[in-house]
């Protein structure tokens, strides 16, 4: 009936204003983070699991907001992709990091690669490529010691464009790995044809490990694929010793995870990984 028509496109609607509504506020207080010293990094090690030394550290971004408390990049990186906020938030990310990088090695601390997440929507930004330069350049950290995490989907449109930019980079010195490997739809030819240097299996595949077969397949085949391309492969998302020990036995020997360490604040990171090292 007309009635009913009525209470359900006005019942869509306040659905849609609430969502909209929160969006909004969200997105005004990312706007704000930005400038209010709101986000921070923290570091999550990348051990070498046979010599149990850190070979590296992924950054990853953490928001608190003042007026909405803690919030999960889960939530405010598609929101951040979505409203082009990420591109602003994104240089921060990168610079940060390599600032803090560099201020470590300044400290005598034996040099350690950070990986930077980075977004599509970043990537394909026309200045991305002169952004990274600048930063490098800014915060004087060499190239070797910086990574760039993209995702597969990257590799889905503008292959030529994509390569392109990648050797770009790789011509600079800085090293490519793909993030979330395996959940992406791409075709496996590009692993040929991009100039990367890892892939990391994404947590997925890695959960559940001990009892789900497919996992365990996907995980070896990922592995031995990496192996055959000459790409280092690195597993995200180890909790438990089971899975370290079937990643280990398959040749994955580095990994990423709760078991050795969570992300932690630069402070606590340089107390837990970098002081036993200094060199
Ligand atoms: P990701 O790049 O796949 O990062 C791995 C996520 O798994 C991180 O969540 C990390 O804290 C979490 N993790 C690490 N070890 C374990 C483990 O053993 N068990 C479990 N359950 N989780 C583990 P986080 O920090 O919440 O980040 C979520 C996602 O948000 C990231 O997934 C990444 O896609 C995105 N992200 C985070 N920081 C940035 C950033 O600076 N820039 C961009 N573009 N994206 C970011
Ligand atoms: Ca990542
Ligand atoms: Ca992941
Ligand atoms: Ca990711």
Redesign the pocket.
């Known amino acids: 009936s007309k009635e009913s028509g009525r209470n359900s496109y006005s019942f869509f609607t306040q659905e849609m204003n609430h969502d909209y509504q929160k969006k909004m506020v969200l997105e005004k207080a990312l706007r704000k983070a930005l400038h209010s010293n709101e986000l921070k990094?923290?570091y999550?090690p990348k051990m070498d699991i046979e010599t149990n030394s850190i070979t590296g550290m992924?950054?990853?971004?953490?928001w608190e907001s003042s007026e909405l408390g803690m919030i999960?990049?889960?939530e405010f990186?598609p929101l951040a992709e979505e409203t082009g906020i990420?591109l602003p938030?994104?240089e921060w990310?990168l610079k940060s990091a390599c600032f803090q990088n560099k201020i470590w090695q300044d400290m005598g601390y034996t040099p350690i690669p950070v990986s930077?997440?980075?977004?599509m929507r970043?990537f394909y930004d026309d200045n991305f490529v002169e952004s990274v330069m600048n930063i490098l350049k800014e915060t004087n950290l060499g190239a070797h010691y910086l990574d760039l995490?993209i995702?597969e989907s990257i590799s889905m449109t503008n292959i030529n464009s994509v390569i392109c930019r990648l050797n770009d980079l790789k011509a600079m010195g800085i090293s490519i790995s793909i993030?979330?490997f395996g959940t992406g739809y791409s075709s496996l030819s590009y692993l040929k044809k991009f100039p990367i240097n890892s892939l990391?299996i994404?947590?997925s595949f890695v959960k559940d490990i001990t009892s789900n077969s497919e996992n365990r397949a996907i995980v070896k085949t990922i592995i031995s694929m990496a192996n055959n391309l000459n790409l280092d492969v690195i597993a995200?998302?180890?909790?438990t010793e089971e899975e370290l020990l079937f990643l280990k036995s398959n040749g994955c020997l580095v990994v990423?995870?709760?078991?050795f360490s969570?992300?932690l604040s630069g402070e606590e990171f340089e107390r837990t990984f970098l002081e036993q090292h200094k060199g």
């Open positions: 990094i923290v999550q992924e950054a990853l971004v953490r999960s990049p889960t990186i990420i938030l994104g990310v930077v997440n980075i977004s970043q995490e995702t993030d979330d990391k994404d947590r995200e998302g180890v909790e990423q995870g709760y078991l969570p992300p």
